[in-house]
DNA sequence: GTGAAAGCGCTAACAA
DNA sequence: TTGTTAGCGCTTTCAC
């Protein structure tokens, strides 16, 4: 890489006077600054951003810390916060927790060394089970901002996106009993995890409280085969005319299953889940989906994060928590 | 954040021995290596990344090109990456090119000014349909290592990590001869990058010289709707049996379309897929599938990358391809 | 055993 | 208009 000095050398100027014709002060004359810019442009001359970081003390880079890369929402919201980000000129660093409390902390800390101005996290599973959130305060605290997304911290003060996962499960299950359904099931693989529990609750609202019906939950652990455990909840509720799953994946193979067992859907049982697009071209008929617009959070916790690093405050008593509604988008697995 | 500045001037000692104090040099005493290394606990004092890297001329970091973080591969692979890499001590920075050629160009050359020390990447879809790899070269003659993945620049000098794409698809064929199918399609989304062609290739040798039938080919287009394709080519085509995807969606719909349509899977057609092992639990019965260990390519990748920065030489004569082979994994999709 | 000084590449206040 | 100097945080050589 070609430095400044280089140029300085070969063009019989000083240093500074490189410096600043390319940063087109006006202290320097117009010859100059053309000759400068002449060479630099030969040698394809660009600033070293690590001298800039060290003299700025500031990086232009953001760690991003999410869970699981192989989550198709996760995957997604990674993609809204680097559009924006990069919009900004600013680059990110990726650490994927593995749902790991340690992971987790070891990432913050590892990054926390002037390797980048600010943080956006989505907390780790055994972070949540463990109600473990030291770690992010001591991270603000050091002067570092934190943007949380949908898996959030409750008790930690910092901006965080979050989705309406209470109002989403509530409202969908709302359709479903408009639908005439008499026995809606709610189907999850996310037990553990704060949304999860969410979801759960609004489901639990219409049910109860509006419906005056008693619910019927399944829970699928991590470690179960998922397409037995559902297979054997359809087969022993012969009476289920509706599911509303979680995740994508209790939805998918609700639908495939009942399809495999010889009901008809929508005919005879109706399926909503969370899930992407692609995931309802992916079923036929196409899964009538929750939305959660994943590439939206990503570019907001962005937005959020870049604001609170050019406003220099990494923490301060107006902490914002913004809401991403999710959109149920109707397709042929519902009436 | 503490510097060494501040320990010296707290323990009236000098910043270089409080340097070599945290760095184990032999040089100082005993008492002041424990009363510095006391404080520097204290404190919590992480020595700053950004001037590390400035004095040392390297970063501990690589950047990642990927085409597109929503498709599952590439994901995985991603996490493939991060994990080896991590696992070396080096961060990972992502950069999506969402398969624009100048998206690509765009962060080869933000990074490319001090930001990391290596690039893994795996080229964007513009980019090989236009053939341009004068980017790739330019970066390598900086001084940059870069290694390439599944879609790799054969003409551009430098480590690659790829899949025996012809192979499998050749194999796969076979194996769907050897159960008597008589009229085997082959299904792609992805006919102009150069693993589509390779596939494509592999089922053909399979099904022209070894079996002596015509080959049966659907292609779709980013722009079709994939569903729709898929439907009116199986009804068209009723005497295929077996179906060959070059990417998972493209099995997915075949499979469930085909259900859809009255067939019976396996016993009137079989499929296989490229995908994933989730991918063929979401369908019924289980896909069969191709499996390309995108994990074990990232973490080949990272090593490759790692090897070469440590050994210092951004290219050379002896570059190495590593093929990681995949595996057809057989479910209930195939007799 | 400890410290002073140089230097990584850059910017900016100040001097000329 | 141009150059000198200091300094960002760190390591390392060389003096003491």
Redesign the interface.
């Known amino acids: 890489?070609v430095t400044l000095k280089q140029l300085a050398k070969e063009l019989n100027v000083s240093i500074s006077t490189v410096s600043k014709a390319l940063n087109n002060s006006d202290e320097i004359g117009e010859e100059t600054v053309r000759r400068v810019k002449e060479l630099a442009e030969l040698y394809n001359y660009?600033?070293?951003?690590?001298?800039l970081?060290?003299k700025q003390n500031k990086?232009k880079?953001i760690g991003v810390i999410i869970p699981n890369?192989?989550n198709?929402f996760l995957?997604?919201v990674?993609?809204g916060i680097?559009?924006e980000a990069?919009k900004h000129g600013y680059?990110?660093?990726?650490?994927?927790s593995n749902e790991s409390l340690d992971k987790e902390k070891e990432s913050l800390?590892?990054?926390?060394?002037?390797?980048v101005d600010g943080f956006i996290l989505s907390v780790a599973q055994e972070s949540q089970v463990n109600n473990a959130i030291e770690h992010f305060k001591r991270t603000i605290s050091?002067?570092l901002p934190i943007v949380m997304f949908d898996r959030v911290a409750h008790d930690v003060m910092c901006d965080k996106v979050i989705v309406d996962d209470f109002d989403a499960t509530y409202n969908a299950t709302k359709s479903l009993l408009a639908e005439k359904r008499k026995n809606i099931a709610f189907v999850s693989n996310i037990n553990d995890i704060s949304v999860g529990k969410l979801r759960e609750r609004g489901y639990n609202k219409a049910i109860l409280e509006d419906a005056g019906q008693e619910p019927i939950v399944l829970k699928i652990k991590k470690k179960d085969d998922?397409?037995k455990k559902i297979r054997s909840f359809l087969k022993k509720n012969k009476t289920v005319d509706a599911v509303i799953a979680a995740e994508s994946?209790s939805g998918?193979?609700a639908l495939?299953?009942a399809?495999?067992l010889g009901r008809k859907v929508p005919k005879d049982m109706s399926v909503i889940a969370f899930a992407s697009k692609?995931d309802s071209?992916?079923?036929?008929p196409?899964l009538t989906t929750i939305r959660q617009h994943a590439k939206t959070i990503g570019a907001n916790a962005a937005e959020l994060l870049i604001n609170r690093i050019q406003s220099g405050s990494s923490s301060n008593d107006d902490n914002k928590t913004k809401i991403v509604k999710t959109s149920l988008i109707k397709n042929k697995s519902t009436l």
Request: aromatic letters at 4%.
């Open positions: 890489m660009k600033p070293n951003k690590v001298a970081s060290l990086t880079t890369i192989l198709r995957a997604k990674l993609f680097e559009r990069s680059n990110i660093i990726t650490c994927i800390q590892l990054l926390a060394n002037g390797s050091q002067g998922h397409q994946s998918i193979i495939n299953m399809i495999n692609s071209n992916h079923t036929f196409k």
